[in-house]
């Protein structure tokens, strides 16, 4: 077995649309295009091996060495802290975090909030900027119906197109940032694999913005 | 008689990194496990680690068991003397991220504290990088120069931004480097500077090169003077290891003030040893010392099954 990258690929809609990059600047594996459960894959060509991970468990492969390289959303690096190097902006998963509630929320003038959220981090650190003070109540997902049923004032969650917030009558009251997909590192790995690393990182940048997202 | 059976692999180890650094002058400081708990809150800056454990001694003074060991050193200091060439092997009590729990973890670390040359400093550094050949044999040494990050800041008006910048170069991350340099009107030549630190990645000597043709010459001509003296210092020792420049790794850009150094190996994820040089921490009004040090997290290294 040649001592490749081992690459993490988020499971799902982002996973697909990294294959698909990985494909374009000659890092596939075709194995992995096929429907299977399989969640490891190697290409014996190059030498290189693919795990597909649960999205928001790709920087900690990456951190912790289990894997060189990754393809993780900015929101899962902000909300874990992960000590990794985030090397390019892949221009895929366009969407931001955004303040969202019910469209009479008196949003601006309350000074405490409950704010339930699946970034417990992200929330506290942005509220904390802001002044106001928070309860921040962790779940796990349907966040949306938290307002509804009065478990809090307020949501922080990811808003691509604002369709799902709009069928529960909510709205977005304050963008937080705007987040993508990004390519990152283990650091030490970028010391011994740095060749390999940088050179999809350079292929990378040439293919951003063509289209990919 | 020595019988190295006896010994776990971490004894063997630290056995080993004692007999380096006694070789290099250095001499081994003991100290007591524990100090005053309001010491540590004095300088909870300086700490990596903000929990401390602690307990009430049985005259009710509040006391730590030791989060860390070089301000306990500093403290500690014979101040009659000129220059301490320290190592110790020491238990420090810290919550590592990756547990929660607070754990007691073996620290091997060295100092060197006084009226120092710039070959003291150079050859803490040396056994820094001498120091991971007992780990493997293909360790790599990567150095960043702090100041130079700070100079570059605060050329560009970005002083106050501290934090910010130091998460970009932590993380190579360009995009948040453009981010806050563009919320903040940043001109595009200073931009384009510390965009080409944040990216390099070079043996020392092609990277202070490229230093050279990135970088105004009077600005920085001391900060790449020293480190093409450094260069030359670890030339002549004819050192095994690899050495890198690296402006990735300014961890503590307060608490470091000039150089700053990470150590790897291959199939551990993370850095073993960490240090640099903080002499703003050891100046005085009546002594103007320099100091540089580093540890290694011998913890760490048999946390990852890599020994």
Redesign the interface.
Known sequence: MKDGLRIALPKGRLGKKACDILSKIGYGCDEMLKESRKLVFYDQEKGNTYFLVKPSDVATYV????ADIGFVGRDILLENRS???????LGIGKCRICVAGERDFPYHEKKHLKVATIFPNISRDFFLSTGKTVDIISLHGSIEIAPLVKLSDVIVDIVETGATLKENNLTVLEEIFAISA?YIA???S???K?REICKIHELLEKVRGEGND | MFKKELFTHKEVLSFELRALCSSQGYSLYKMNAFEPYSFYLENIDSLSSKNILYFTDRDGTLMALKPDITLSIIKNLDTAKEKHKLYYSENVYRAPKTSGNFREILQFGVEVIGRLSDEDLFNLIFLAAKSLLVFDDMPVLLVSDNSMIQKMMEKAGLSKLNDRILNAFQNKSLMLLKEVLTDNHADQKDQDILASLLSLHLPLDRGIEKLEKILDGETFRENIEYLKDLNQYLKNQDLNTQVFLDFSIPEGLKYYDRLSFVGVIPGVSSAILRGGEYSNLVKTKEKSYLASGFAIYLEKIGDQGRL
């Open positions: 951190e912790y060495g289990a000590d990794v190097f985030e090397l390019c902006d990004r283990n650091k030490v970028y010391t011994y740095n």
